[in-house]
Structure formats: C-alpha cells, structure tokens
C-alpha cells in the first residue's frame, strides 16, 4: 500500500450536501429494489399467470434483476475509481429511473425481465460509489454517521414502497419511482467530487483494474471475506421474507400472508437496525462487533421465523421486522468494505461487495429450489440459511478492524 500526498480534503459544507443527496438516491435504490418483491404476485397475475407460476416466473424475474447488479456492479465500480465518483452517480441513476418507468408498460414476461435486469444494472452504482463519495469528505471519527445517515434514510424506500402499493396499481408504483429518480438527477449536479479521487487522478497509479482484487491472495481473501460477510442480509430479504406467503403456508399458517406487507415489515426492521448498528460502531469505535451481534440477532429470529406456527399474519410480519433489525448492519458492512482498500479500488469495491451480495441471492434461490423438492421448504430453508450465517461468522472473524483507517492510501 502507498500513502498518497496530504491535501484538504471537501468541505463540511460539500460533504453534508453530499450525505443528503445519496441518502436521498439509496432512498430511490431501495424503493425500486424491493419494488419488485412488493408487486411479485399481483403484476404477474395482472399479466396472466397463476398458481406456481407465480414463484417460479418470480424467481427468473428476480434473478434477472440480480444479474443486472452483478454486471452493473462491476461496470459502475470501474468507471467510479477511472472516471470520478460523481459521473457514476449521474449514469446510474438515471438509467434505473428510465427503466422503472419503462416497467410499467410490460405486457409479458420476457419484456418484465429484461427492464428488470436493466433497472438492475442502473441500481447497482447507487450504494456503493455514495458510500465510497462520502467515506472521502468525512473525518475518519465521523464517516460512519454518513454511512448509517444513508443507510437508514434509503431503506425507508422499501417502507415507502409499501405504502404506494397499497393506494396505487403495480405499474403506477413504478412511474412513481422512475419520477422520483429523474428529480434527484437535479440535485446531482451540485455534488463535488472527492478531494482523494481528484489527488489521486494526478498521479500515475492504475485506478479500478477490477483484476487487481485477484492478482494477491491477501487482497483476494479480503475482498471475498467483505462479500461473504453480508450475504446474510439478502437470505432473509431474497428468500424468506420474499417468499413467505409460501415459508407460512407450509408451516401451518391459517392466514395468507402478504409478500408485501412482509417486505415492508422487514426494511422497517432495517431501519431501526442500520441506525442501531451505526450508532453503536460510533460509540465503541469498532466495526466489527456490530456485525457479530448483529449476525447473531439474524440468527435467532431466523430460527424463529422458521419454527413458530405463524398463527397470524400479524405475527408473521412482526419476526419480519425482528428479522430486519438483524440485518441492519448493512451500513457498518458496506463501510468495512470501503475502509478496507485503497483510493484506487475503493469505488470498484465498495460499488461490487455490496452487488456480489445481491446477485448472491441467484446462487441461494437456485440452491434453495434443488433442496426443496427433497427436504421441504422449511429443511431447505434451514440449510441455505445456516450456510449463511456460519460464513459470515468466519469471515467477520478474518477481516482488520477498519474504524481507525487512514483512507488515504492506495493499492499497489
């Protein structure tokens, strides 16, 4: 690693402009994100499907989406360390606003998976290069509150998802967050780029060769170790709350549950959660027992989740917002990722960790559809889910503690 030279970096002015206008994007990210969970079953009902049909399309739907993360990912973080931080937030954003209000004219499958794998490209710059933007304006004492400010303001997008569903049809709810995304576009143009970028783009170093994170062991292991500890948080979005008008039913439960409504209970959760976990990482100067006791929350209601008899939806929803709150340590996570590596990787980084998370969700459904027909939806479950959690445990073990980090360094 090679410290780069001293310099000032933005001003307090700049950097708090910043943290309200990506806390405002993630809010958009977010409510387009799990738009698709919220509207799964009455837009493919809207387009004639039914019965089983109605998970099976919804998980080639969902995993096209996440396909789009996984390349937009890796696209979007590049362009973030080459071009600067701010083209991205401009390209991606607008690319995933065009495409909700596309959605909202689907007519059939084939078309509803292929805007949804471009939304998912266009979402995929969002998070990271914000936090990556905001990780460089802040004191080092002080860039977790930006992190968990963005965090807790952007998941409010599922809450507010929710409650648009409920007043408005399927495909009125995307136009709604395409227009949102389109008027944060606005606001975009008057954010200053990162002083350690800017420093960083004058010297000759090469910035965001994606190859890089795999050309050192050490490099690799870390990079792996960032991706694997929060893959958890999208087990229990991508599979257990997304599917859990199905988990409840072949648990016993005497009321339908609503996908919805559950996805809404969740990011709820998450609110409390990234606030919690953020504030707790300020106040014990540490990113790393955060996520080990917040790993340890998921477990437990996931295991109640998966052994109560849901006896009403009212229940349900409430382990759903037990279940949110655990895997609220999504800000510490995506901060971790971006204090473990240097100025000319950080957005490529910080931009893919959190995507690799997302897409993890294909490799999950997929396993948790072969373990189904052999074990139950519940053993399947239980197994995915364990999975999870034993690796995330192991890899927040083998990662530093990076509260302390100096940011201005890069890899060599």
Same mark, same amino acid.
């Given at each position: ?8 970096i ?26 698709f ?8 009902k ?43 937030l ?50 080092k004492?002080? *860039? ?8 807790? $303001? +952007? #998941?409010?997008?599922?809450? @507010?998802? /929710?409650?648009? %569903?409920?007043?408005f ?11 949102m ?37 050490? *490099? ?8 694997? $500890? +929060? #893959?958890?948080?999208?087990? @229990?979005? /991508?599979?257990? %709350? ?40 300020q106040?014990v ?14 477990a ?8 109560i008899p849901h ?17 609220g ?17 950080r ?24 373990l ?23 890899s ?9 980090n ?7």
């Open positions: 690693m090679m410290r780069l030279n001293e310099g000032n933005a001003s307090k002015h700049s950097a708090a402009f910043a943290v309200v206008v990506a806390a405002l994007g993630y809010f958009v990210d977010i409510y387009d994100l799990v738009l969970s919220i509207v799964r079953v009455p837009s493919l809207g387009l004639g499907y039914s019965g089983d049909e109605l998970l099976q399309v919804g998980i080639s739907l969902l995993n096209a989406q996440m396909i789009g993360m996984l390349i937009g990912g890796i696209l979007w973080g590049i362009m973030g360390d080459k071009k600067g931080r701010v083209s991205v401009f390209g991606s954003i607008l690319m995933y606003s065009l495409a909700n209000i596309a959605n909202g004219f689907v007519q059939g499958a084939t078309s509803y998976a292929v805007l949804r794998f471009i939304a998912g490209v266009g979402l995929a710059g969002e998070l990271g290069v914000s936090v990556t933007l905001v990780a460089e304006s802040m004191p004492e002080k *860039r977790g509150w930006g992190t968990t400010i963005i965090a807790t $303001v +952007g #998941v409010m997008g599922a809450v @507010v998802a /929710g409650l648009v %569903v409920d007043k049809s399927w495909r009125n709810a995307y136009f709604i967050g395409g227009a995304g389109l008027l944060l576009l606005v606001l975009r143009y008057y954010v200053i780029e990162s002083g350690m970028f800017c420093k960083m783009k004058e010297t000759t170093v090469s910035r965001g060769n994606f190859l890089y994170l795999f050309s050192n062991k050490e *490099r690799f292991k870390r990079y792996l170790n960032c991706i694997v $500890v +929060g #893959v958890p948080s999208w087990f @229990v979005v /991508g599979i257990l %709350v997304t599917f859990s008008p199905e988990i409840t039913q072949a648990l016993g439960a005497p009321e339908l549950v609503n996908a919805g409504t559950a996805v809404m209970y969740c990011y709820a959760g998450l609110v409390i959660g990234d606030l919690s976990s953020g504030a707790l990482s106040y100067k540490s990113r790393k027992l955060p996520i080990y006791l917040f790993l340890t929350i998921t437990i209601s996931c295991l109640v989740y998966l052994n006896s009403s939806a009212l229940l349900t929803y409430i382990v759903c917002l037990c279940m949110g709150v655990g895997i340590y999504w800000a510490v996570f995506v901060m971790t990722a971006a204090e473990q590596f240097g100025t000319n990787l957005a490529t980084v910080t931009t893919t960790v959190p995507n690799f998370v997302r897409g993890a969700v294909v490799l999950l459904t997929s396993l948790f559809q072969y189904r027909p052999q074990y139950g939806i519940i053993t399947a479950a239980y197994l995915v889910g364990a999975f999870c959690l034993f690796s995330a445990f192991y927040a073990y083998r990662l530093n503690e990076s509260f302390h100096d940011l201005e360094f890069v890899e060599e």
